[in-house]
C-alpha cells in the first residue's frame, strides 16, 4: 500500500497541490470568521445535577444580569465634591451605549406610602448634585436609615463604596464587547486621575471580557513565537532555507486547517482551543524533520533523488502514521470526558494532529521534488561533529554504564513517588492569572471591603404554591440567611425576606426600627398594598415565582477554590437542612461561582481518568506494532516515568493539579511515545539485518534514529517553550511541564531503552516481535529502486519501476 502511495504522490504531484491549495483556501474561508468566547466554558456534562440545577434556576429567574461593578475606597456621602463627581461619574456611563443601568448612593429610592391608592411608589432619595454639606448630610442620613443598602454598595467600617453597572446583554456578548469594556475603563481611568483617587473594576464580565481579550492577543503572539522559534531551530540544523520554507507551509496549512476545522463545527476559540494553532506548529515541524532527515540520509546512500523520495513515504511514512496517530489518541481521550470545553479540543487537536501527518506525507516528497538535487552542505547536519559526539556518549552510556543507568532510574522514581505524594487539587475562577495582574487586585480590593462579587445562589422549593409567603416560612428564611452571613466567604444575602422588610419600612413611614418580618397581625393591612406591588416591576419580583412557591437567596462570595468550596457547602448544607426540612423544602445550591467550580472538580477527574484512556489506547497500537507484551510494558513504563519525575516537579515546586495543569500529562504522553515507536521499529529493522545481534542493532537504531529523536526533542522542548511567554498560569505551566516531561522522554527512550534491549536481550526476542499484526519499515524489500526517476525538464511528471508489470 505504502509503495502505491508513494507512486502516486509522485506522479500526480501537480493535482495533489492543487486540490491542497484550494482546500485550504476553503479552509481559511471557513475560519475567518471564527469568535473568541466570551461566556464561562462548559466544564459540565449536560447531565450532570449540578448544571441541570444552573439550568432550572436560570430557566424560573432568568439569565444573571451582567453587572460590572466599579469601587473606590472613599464614600462619597462623606464629601461633596466626591458626591457629585461620582453622580456625573453615573452619567458618564450611562451615556456609553450598551450601559442599561446605573446604580450607586446617588441613585437609591425608599417606598411611599400611597394612602389613597393603598400601593407602594418608588421615590429617589435625591436626586442630582448635592448643593452643600448640609444637603448631603440629609441624603446621607437617609440612606443610612435604610438597611435594605447597608453593605451592598457602600462599607459603614472602612468607607469603601461601589458602583454597579448593568450593560445590554446583545451588546455585551459580541465582538464589541471589547469596545463596551474599553469605554468603561477610559472612563474609570479619567475619573482616577481628575480626583486622584484609586479605582477597581470588577464581576464576573468585566473579569471574562479581560481574560477573552488575553486569550486573543496570545493566540497571535504564540503563532508568531512558534514560528520564530521553528524558523531558528530547522535553520540551525539544516543550514538551507528550503527546508526551513517547506516545513513553514507545512505547519502553516496545519494552523489555516485547524481555524477552519472550528469554523466547521461552530466552536469557538476558547483558552485551550487558543493554543491549538501554535501546538500545530510545534508537532508538525518534528514530522518534517523525520521525513527531510530521511530523505537526505537516504540520499547520501546512493545519490538517487527518486529512489529517496519513494523510500522516505514507503520507510517513514508508516512509522509517521503511528506517531501521529498515538499523539492523536493522546488529545482524542478529551473527547470521552464529556465536558464541552475539552470535547472540543479534543476534536479539534486529534483532527488536525492527522491532517498534519497527511500535509507533511505528500507535500515534502512533492516540494523536494521540484528543487535541485541536495548537495553535500545541505546534508552536513547528518554528520555533524557534536551531534556525533553526543551521540557517542549515549552509545557509551548504554553499552558501559547500565548499572549506573539502572541506579539512577530507581532514585528517580523513589524521589518521584514521595513528590507525587505532596501535589494539592485547586481550581479558583481566576486562577490562571498573573499574581499581579490588575484583575486579580481589583478582585481583592472587593473581597477585602464586600467579600467577593463571584455569583452564588440559593433556591428554596416550598413544595406548595404560596407557601414561600407563609410566617413560618419566612423566619425559616431569614434565620437561612443569617446563617450564611456568618460565613465570612458570603456577602450579605439578598431575598424575598429583605424586600418583605423594606416594604414594612415604608409602610411605617420609613421608620428604621420597623426594618423586619410582617407579623400576623400586620398582615391584614399590608396585604392590598403588597398585592398592589407585587408586579414585575415590583422589588420582590427577582427573588419569588408567581406561585410563590420558590424563592431564591442571592449573594456574592469570594474566589475560594474548588478545596474550600467543596468544604464550605459541605458543613453548610446540613446546618441549613436543620432550618429547611429536607421533606418540607428543596434547597439547592448554584450560581456561576458553584457550576464553575464543580466543573474544575469534574474536570480534573475526568482528565485522570482520559490520561488512563490514553495510556491503554497507545498501548493497544503498540500490541498491534510490536506484539510482544514484555515489550510494551517496557514501552509504557519508559514514557510514565517521565510523567511521575513531572507530577513529582508540581509537588515539589508547589504547582497544584487543576484542569490547566493536568492537561500537561495527557499531551505529553501522546507526544512522547512517539519516540519509543520509531526507535523500537528501526531496532526491529536492524534486528533482521543484523541477524538478531542484538548489540549491533541497537547500535545502528542509535546512530540513525537517534539523530532524529535528539533534533525532534530539541524542537519540541523549545518549541513548547513559546507558551512559557503567556500571561496564563495555566498556559505557563503546560508550557514548562511539557517541555520538561519532554526532556526526560526524550533521555529515558535515548539511554534507559536501549539499556534495557541489551540487559534482557532474548528475554524480549520472541517471535511475535519480529512477526507483527503490523508492519512499519519493511514493506520497500519488494521494490528496485534503482529503476526509479524524476524526469528532468517535465515538471510534474514522474517515472517509476513497477515490478510487477
Keep these: 500500500m505504502w509503495t502505491k502511495l508513494a507512486s502516486f504522490i509522485l506522479r500526480q504531484r501537480i493535482a495533489i497541490l492543487i486540490v491542497l491549495a484550494l482546500l485550504t483556501v476553503f479552509m481559511g474561508y471557513m475560519g475567518r470568521g471564527v469568535a473568541i468566547q466570551y461566556a464561562l466554558p462548559q466544564l459540565l456534562p449536560d447531565s450532570d445535577s449540578t448544571l441541570i440545577a ?6 424560573q429567574y432568568g439569565k444573571e444580569p451582567t453587572v460590572i461593578v466599579l469601587g473606590i475606597p472613599e464614600n462619597p456621602l462623606n464629601s461633596v465634591e466626591l458626591y457629585n463627581a461620582w453622580y456625573q ?123 477573552s481579550s488575553m486569550v486573543e492577543r496570545e493566540l497571535k503572539l504564540f503563532i508568531f513565537l512558534a514560528l520564530a522559534a521553528t524558523i531558528l531551530i530547522l535553520f540551525f540544523f539544516f543550514r538551507d532555507y528550503r527546508p526551513v520554507v517547506i516545513a513553514l507551509i507545512v505547519v502553516g496549512m496545519a494552523v489555516i486547517w485547524s481555524l477552519g476545522t472550528m469554523g466547521i463545527l461552530g466552536y469557538e476559540i476558547t483558552i485551550l482551543t487558543s493554543i491549538i494553532p501554535p501546538l500545530l506548529i510545534v508537532i508538525g515541524v518534528p514530522n518534517c524533520v523525520y521525513l527531510i532527515n530521511k530523505y537526505h540520509s537516504e540520499y547520501l546512500k546512493h545519490k538517487n533523488k527518486a529512489k529517496a523520495l519513494t523510500r522516505v513515504v514507503v520507510l517513514v511514512g508508516r ?140 433556591t428554596v422549593d416550598a413544595l406548595k404554591p404560596k407557601m ?30 429583605e424586600g418583605v422588610k423594606f416594604i414594612k419600612q415604608g409602610f411605617y413611614g420609613g421608620d428604621p426600627e420597623k426594618y423586619s418580618l410582617i407579623n400576623s397581625r400586620e398582615k391584614a393591612f399590608f396585604k392590598p398594598y403588597v398585592d398592589n406591588f407585587s408586579g414585575d416591576q415590583s422589588i420582590l419580583a427577582p427573588y419569588i415565582d408567581s406561585t410563590r412557591q420558590r424563592a431564591r437567596i442571592t449573594l456574592q462570595m469570594a474566589d475560594v477554590g474548588t ?86 516537579m508540581m509537588g515539589y515546586f508547589g504547582i497544584p493539579i487543576k484542569p490547566s495543569t493536568i492537561l500537561v500529562f495527557s499531551i505529553a504522553f501522546g507526544i512522547s511515545v512517539d519516540d519509543t515507536i520509531h526507535y523500537l521499529a528501526k531496532y526491529r529493522q536492524e534486528l533482521r539485518h543484523q541477524d538478531d545481534n542484538i548489540g549491533k542493532a541497537v547500535h545502528f537504531t542509535l546512530s540513525e534514529t537517534g539523530v532524529s529523536m535528539f533534533y525532534t526533542s530539541v ?65 520497500e524489500e519488494d521494490i528496485d529502486h534503482d529503476e526509479l526517476e524524476i524526469r528532468k525538464g517535465e515538471p510534474g511528471s514522474f517515472k517509476s519501476y513497477n515490478p510487477n508489470s
Aim: hydrophobic share 50%; with cysteine.
Design 54 to 59: 444552573y439550568k432550572e434556576f436560570r430557566q
Design 89 to 211: 461619574l453615573g452619567n458618564d456611563f450611562k451615556a456609553i451605549e450598551g450601559v442599561d443601568t446605573v446604580v450607586s448612593v446617588c441613585n437609591l429610592f425608599e417606598l411611599k406610602k400611597d394612602v389613597e391608592a393603598q400601593r407602594f411608589n418608588l421615590s429617589f432619595v435625591h436626586k442630582g448634585p448635592v448643593k452643600d454639606e448640609a444637603e448631603l448630610k440629609v441624603v446621607r442620613d437617609k440612606i443610612f436609615s435604610l438597611p435594605f443598602y447597608s453593605e451592598l454598595l457602600f462599607n459603614d467600617s472602612t468607607g469603601a463604596s461601589l458602583m454597579a453597572l448593568s450593560l445590554d446583554d446583545s451588546k455585551f456578548n459580541s465582538k464589541t464587547r471589547m469596545i463596551l469594556v474599553d469605554a468603561l475603563m477610559a472612563v474609570t481611568d479619567e475619573f482616577g486621575e481628575k480626583y486622584a483617587i484609586e479605582t477597581h473594576l470588577s464581576g464576573l464580565p468585566f473579569v471574562r471580557s479581560i481574560v
Design 319 to 458: 512509522a509517521t502514521f503511528m506517531t501521529n496517530a498515538t499523539t492523536a489518541a493522546g488529545f482524542g481521550t478529551f473527547i470521552f470526558t464529556q465536558s464541552i470545553l475539552l470535547v472540543e479540543f479534543g476534536w479539534v487537536a486529534a483532527i488536525n494532529i492527522l491532517l498534519l501527518f497527511v500535509f507533511s506525507l505528500c507535500l515534502i516528497p512533492i516540494f523536494f521534488s521540484f528543487i535541485p538535487d541536495p548537495k553535500e552542505k545541505n546534508i552536513q547536519h547528518l554528520e555533524l561533529a557534536w551531534m556525533k559526539r553526543i551521540m557517542e556518549s549515549v552509545t557509551f552510556i548504554v553499552e558501559r554504564r547500565r548499572p549506573l543507568v539502572y541506579l539512577v532510574t530507581i532514585v528517580l522514581m523513589l524521589a518521584a513517588g514521595y513528590g507525587m505524594s505532596k501535589i494539592v487539587s485547586t481550581g479558583n475562577l481566576v486562577d490562571d492569572l498573573p499574581e499581579d495582574h490588575y484583575v486579580l487586585s481589583d478582585l481583592a480590593f472587593f473581597e477585602e471591603h464586600f467579600t467577593g462579587v463571584m455569583p452564588f445562589e440559593i
Design 468 to 497: 414561600i409567603m407563609k410566617s413560618s416560612t419566612m423566619k425559616r428564611l431569614e434565620k437561612t440567611q443569617d446563617l450564611v452571613a456568618s460565613y465570612d466567604e458570603f456577602t450579605r444575602p439578598m431575598s424575598i425576606v
Design 563 to 648: 478545596k474550600q468550596m467543596s468544604a464550605i457547602l459541605e458543613d453548610l448544607k446540613p446546618r441549613i437542612d436543620s432550618i429547611l426540612p429536607p421533606e418540607k423544602y428543596h434547597v439547592q445550591y448554584t450560581g456561576t461561582s458553584v457550576v464553575y467550580l464543580m466543573g474544575a472538580n469534574y474536570l480534573v477527574r475526568n482528565l485522570f481518568i482520559s490520561l488512563l484512556l490514553a495510556i491503554l489506547i497507545v498501548g493497544i497500537i503498540m500490541a498491534l506494532l510490536f506484539s510482544s507484551a514484555r515489550m510494551i510494558f517496557i514501552s509504557i513504563f519508559i514514557n510514565v516515568l517521565p510523567l511521575m519525575i513531572t507530577a513529582a
Design 715 to 779: 524542537i519540541l522542548f523549545f518549541g513548547f517553550s513559546v507558551f512559557d511567554s503567556s500571561q496564563f498560569g495555566g498556559t505557563k505551566a503546560l508550557g514548562i511541564l511539557v517541555s520538561l516531561t519532554l526532556f526526560v522522554a526524550m533521555v529515558a527512550n535515548l539511554i534507559l531503552l536501549p539499556s534495557l534491549l541489551l540487559s534482557l536481550e532474548k528475554a524480549l526476542l520472541s517471535k511475535s516481535f519480529r512477526e507483527p499484526l503490523l508492519e512499519i519499515y519493511d514493506e
